[in-house]
């Protein structure tokens, strides 16, 4: 936009001489149209962080109230958490790209770090899980931000440096051990969930960045055959998995078959239109963590296979919206971090709500946006800020060599 | 385009028909869950939340016949608690509970706990029974989750012991006694079923209650009773036999044209609020279930009896000696006198045993027998009240000729004062019986009345024979040794007293059943009297009844406004 709108204050003749044209370009930054692809963004995402604050309210007022005596504890601390972590993603979505660069080799320094903490004193264990860090004036979860620092480190190294896309021996060398060091912190909390997110989020890293497809095949081998490894040691991880595989019985109905049946009850409470907005039955104790890991299970109980498929196809949006960002971004950097966030977000939607669906067996992984968690929904928002400080600028037509 | 840019958008592609196809696969399960299996599964999840609870409905009000309430259900609550949830609550300890709620209820809190402690497991415990609204307020003050309450109406009394004998009364186990008995149909309400659903940690879920049965109240049960006037009779009676000294007493008031119970007053008297207060054999109506020998009061019956089949006339003469011989034993009146030249007016004046006795030689044993029948001894009457007695008539087979005779002064037969009563209103009532009622019908809770059907009235004697008889009695009142103690200003009364012996092991004693049975006024007989005192100490005679008879009688026709008597009567002579 070149030039001035008619609806600028006429400015008095005494102000017009000495410097007009500074104010001007101030003026015209601050009112530069935004592309399609950052209201799309920009909108969906605000939509699914408010929804999530509804059915987190619906989901835990009963169970906040029964434990604190308010109903809205749960959900004022999603709601402040979720304003600020859309401020934020506003503030990350003004960044220009060279900051992200220039920041992404300390992140996953700092991030590793950070995951350390979780095995010192300051570390708590939620379920089982040791992966949260007492801050003293709030809990954290440092395996949230491993998850930034990856998407901006992985994208900062295959951008700037190509020669790795075709060489698995270098490729191995230098992202190899930060990814399993960082991989390797969370899954030693035994947050096994995270880790298959992070995983994923490697490989979204790496298929996009344009690794050969064969390095990529050879590391989910890998990955299978460690993951599998993993799933036959932890005790309760392997009876939540034969559960899965064999159907639920009277006996474990009380323990690892609990949580699963109950969130598939819930579902088929709901129906095709739901019980109606705050009617769920089973928030009233029946459901663990039903504003947590199975909050898509009280959206199906109370707003039914209509709302359930909404909020598919609000992700499905989403990574439609990642995938038009990707296209037309011109830097690498932009695309692999796009495409890292994406498969980060996307995939760990589909893998919580595949869980709910008893699709996979239990994993304890959090529905983005939607799902009750302070540190997971800033970090998740930062992410999409990220990707929305890439769209701020239509990109100029590139020039591309004739062939 | 280059190579790393077109392979960019392949795997770009291919990843949005990755997500299209997983969530395609979602969307199928999302159908599969909600939609095609949802039947099934909600069968599984609600039989596990919903908890059954049976609802009560109030049961029905008995009435007077003026609409006041002789009974009613007050709104009582039943606290229970689910043991588990209890012996599992931190929040709501079980002992620091137990002192709180026991501070409401008046409980020992060990008793409390101990309630919970009986079957851990268990979902349904009594933690306390029958408490008020306002107690029932103040416990879910507490707001303790693991207790519920059940609405358990229960049987409120108000007037006392006023009809206490007829309404009887509730047990732990139900109807007990009286018409809460014999009226149950009528006043029983239906328990209803309905289901709420439960948190898992045991909190009824608001709105999810469903009824699948409506409790039902019961139906208003109204009664020819006038609890006013069942009050005063009571009081009457009550203290005369108190005065008299006499174990037990009863008194009868019956509308003549209908044979409606007004009044059914039993001594000792129970108040259904506290039947532990009376000797259990005074706990249902002893004018309904008690027979006793009538005496004199039963030679009205005869003297109309000899009348309807015309072989007497009031004026028929006949020597009375003190003691007739008969074939195998004497008969002797109640006063030693010399022989008396009487009419049959004479003989109820005076109350001859001699004199009935030598008139009902006119006519057949086995025809007076058939009269006794037919004026309703031997049968129940219509009311059926609970425990109601027949009056057991001996067949006629077995009579002997000594019975024969002491039946025409009401020895060797029995009758309950309700019996006396529905014979005096059948004189009253110009020969005709009218069935006994007691109950006027019942009210269902639609508002409906079902009402309790009367029936024909039954001719039992002529008109002219009863109308004579009732005018020979106006000869008791006025001129018999009882007129000073019967006669009622500006009425006319016509009455029969009766003493009878009671036999104890076929002996007669010196006990007494001492009784008046009488109408007014008697040019026009509306009301029916009857009044007995079982075993007095200082009066053995009917004169202890009198006074009694003419306080209830007076009361009656001032209450009921009967306009008094405008010509004397012309009386038979009773002695020629």
């Not at chain 1, 960082?182 to 790496?206: K, R």
């Amino acid at each position: 936009m070149t030039t001035t709108p008619r609806s600028l204050p006429r400015r008095r003749p005494t102000e017009a001489g000495p410097r007009p044209n500074v104010a001007r370009v101030a003026v015209r930054r601050i009112f530069k149209a935004e592309t399609t692809d950052f209201f799309l963004l920009l909108g969906t995402t605000v939509f699914i962080v408010l929804f999530g604050l509804v059915m987190v309210l619906s989901s835990s007022s009963i169970e906040a109230r029964s434990e604190t005596g308010s109903a809205f504890g749960a959900f004022t601390r999603q709601a402040v958490f979720g304003a600020a972590g859309i401020a934020v993603m506003l503030l990350a979505s003004r960044a220009p790209i060279f900051f992200w660069k220039k920041w992404a080799p300390r992140a996953i320094l700092f991030a590793i770090g950070f995951q350390l903490l979780v095995f010192t004193p300051l570390g708590i264990a939620v379920g089982g899980n040791r992966n949260w860090v007492d801050l003293g004036l709030f809990t954290a979860q440092p395996s949230e931000t491993v998850k930034l620092a990856l998407v901006l480190w992985l994208a900062f190294m295959l951008s700037s440096r190509p020669e790795l896309l075709d060489d698995w021996r270098k490729l191995g060398a230098t992202i190899a051990p930060f990814v399993v060091v960082s991989v390797g912190l969370v899954l030693g909390g035994h947050d096994l969930g995270t880790g298959i997110v992070l995983i994923i989020l490697v490989f979204g890293a790496l298929f996009f960045g344009g690794v050969r497809l064969r390095y990529l095949g050879v590391a989910a081998a890998g990955a299978a055959l460690v993951g599998f490894a993993l799933s036959q040691v932890g005790g309760s991880r392997v009876s939540r998995i034969s559960a899965w595989l064999n159907g639920c019985t009277e006996e474990n109905l009380l323990d690892v078959c609990w949580q699963p049946q109950h969130g598939t009850w819930a579902l088929a409470a709901g129906g095709l239109f739901g019980r109606g907005l705050g009617n769920s039955d089973m928030k009233w104790n029946w459901l663990p963590e039903a504003d947590n890991d199975y909050i898509f299970a009280i959206i199906g109980e109370e707003l039914g296979l209509v709302g359930a498929v909404l909020v598919l196809g609000l992700f499905v949006l989403l990574a439609i919206t990642f995938v038009r960002i990707i296209r037309s971004s011109r830097d690498p950097f932009a695309k692999i971090a796009t495409a890292a966030v994406m498969t980060w977000i996307i995939g760990q939607a589909l893998i919580n709500i595949a869980v709910v669906l008893g699709v996979l067996p239990v994993l304890g992984v959090p529905l983005p946006m939607i799902s009750a968690g302070g540190s997971a929904l800033i970090v998740t928002l930062l992410g999409v800020g990220i990707v929305l400080s890439f769209t701020r600028t239509r990109p100029e037509p590139v020039q591309e060599p004739l062939s | 385009m280059p190579r790393a840019q077109r392979s960019l958008r392949a795997r770009l592609a291919l990843t949005l028909v990755v997500v299209l196809a997983v969530v395609t696969v979602f969307v199928v399960r999302l159908i599969d869950i909600q939609v095609v299996q949802a039947a099934a599964l909600n069968e599984q999840s609600t039989s596990r939340r919903s908890v059954p609870v049976t609802t009560y409905a109030p049961r029905g009000e008995i009435i007077d016949s003026t609409g006041k309430v002789l009974a009613d259900s007050t709104d009582r609550w039943d606290i229970t608690a689910s043991p588990r949830y209890a012996l599992a609550s931190t929040k709501h300890p079980v002992q620091e509970s137990a002192e709180a709620i026991a501070a409401i209820t008046g409980q020992d809190p060990a008793e409390i706990v101990a309630a919970l402690q009986a079957k851990p497991d268990a979902d349904h415990a009594y933690v306390s029974r029958s408490v008020s609204l306002d107690q029932l307020r103040r416990i879910k003050e507490l707001d303790i989750s693991w207790l519920y309450d059940e609405y358990r109406p229960s049987r409120n009394y108000p007037q006392g012991s006023v009809a206490g004998n007829l309404v009887g009364f509730i047990g732990t186990d139900g109807p007990q006694a009286g018409l809460e008995l014999s009226e149950n149909d009528c006043l029983a309400s239906t328990n209803g079923v309905s289901t709420y659903e439960r948190g898992a940690d045991g909190v009824r879920l608001p709105g999810s209650t469903v009824t699948e049965t409506q409790a039902q109240p019961g139906g208003t049960l109204q009664l020819t009773i006038d609890s006013d006037l069942q009050y005063f009779v009571q009081q009457a009676i009550g203290q005369q036999a108190n005065a008299l000294g006499a174990e037990s007493a009863t008194a009868v008031v019956m509308k003549a044209s209908s044979g409606e119970l007004l009044a059914v007053a039993d001594y000792p008297s129970v108040d259904p609020n506290n039947v532990d207060g009376v000797d259990i054999r005074y706990l249902g109506s002893l004018a309904f279930s008690t027979p006793f020998e009538p005496g004199s009061t039963f030679k009205a019956l005869t003297a109309a009896t000899l009348l309807d089949k015309g072989v007497v006339s009031p004026t028929s003469k006949i020597v009375a000696p003190y003691e007739l011989e008969v074939g195998d034993g004497t008969i002797k009146d109640s006063f030693v006198h010399g022989d008396l030249n009487l009419t049959l007016t004479g003989v109820l004046q005076n109350s001859s045993n001699t004199g009935i006795a030598q008139l009902a030689e006119y006519m057949p044993a086995s025809q007076r027998y058939e009269y006794i029948e037919r004026f309703g001894i031997g049968t129940r009457t219509e009311v059926g009240f609970n425990g109601e007695s027949p009056s057991p008539l001996r067949p006629f087979e077995d009579w002997d000729s000594r019975t024969a005779l002491n039946s025409t002064f009401g020895q060797g037969v029995v009758a309950t004062s309700v019996q006396v009563a529905s014979i005096y209103q059948t004189l009253a009532n110009n020969g005709v019986r009218m069935p006994v009622t007691l109950v006027k019908g019942c009210q269902l809770p639609d508002g409906s009345w079902v009402d309790t059907p009367t029936g024909e009235g039954t001719r039992v004697v002529s008109e002219y024979a009863a109308d004579t008889t009732v005018h020979m009695l106006e000869s008791v009142v006025q001129d018999g040794f009882l007129a000073k103690s019967l006669t009622i200003d500006g009425y006319r009364v016509a009455a029969k007293s009766g003493t009878a012996e009671i036999a104890e092991g076929g002996v007669y004693t010196s006990d007494r059943v001492i009784s008046i049975a009488g109408m007014a006024p008697a040019e026009n007989p509306e009301y029916v009297v009857v009044v007995t005192l079982t075993k007095p100490d200082t009066i053995k005679t009917s004169a202890g009844a009198a006074p009694t008879f003419r306080e209830i009688m007076s009361h009656v026709l001032t209450t009921y406004r009967v306009p008094p008597s405008t010509d004397p009567a012309e009386l038979y002579p009773a002695t020629w």
